[in-house]
């Protein structure tokens, strides 16, 4: 029977491997990412959203969020990225991975609906 010695290419990549998968788990309670608290005068973000155009947001108090858009075959998305205000804008991303929408209307009461408009698009609250 024969006995498989590794090489030391093969030793070192194994080594190489089990270095990323630690990598990868001392990440993923937190994705690597800061979150910060949503703002208290944006508190009326927080919640599922869901767009007259496709995409759909969800925002949560710690700071965390996701969205996904598409556009025909096309879509783009992110799933607890860190949600990030700064004046009229707001930015959900993770890893490079990033979407800015403009803040074209805060949260309203519409017919017993939550609504907003960020970047044009029309949101309602779930």
Do not use: H
Request: charged share 25%; aromatic share 6%; net charge negative.
């Amino acid at each position: 029977m024969m006995q498989m010695i590794p090489t030391r290419r093969a030793a070192l990549a194994m080594m190489g491997l089990g270095l990323a998968v630690l990598a990868l788990q001392g990440c993923c309670g937190n994705c690597g990412i800061e979150k910060t608290p949503v703002p208290e005068k944006r508190a009326d973000f927080v919640g599922s959203w869901e767009g007259d155009e496709g995409t759909s947001l969800t925002i949560t108090a710690d700071g965390s969020g996701s969205f996904e858009q598409k556009s025909g075959a096309a879509s783009k998305s992110v799933s607890g990225g860190a949600v990030t205000f700064q004046g009229d804008t707001m930015k959900i991303g993770l890893f490079g991975i990033e979407e800015t929408f403009t803040i074209d209307k805060a949260p309203y009461d519409k017919d017993g609906k939550t609504m907003m408009k960020l970047s044009g698009e029309s949101f309602e609250k779930q």
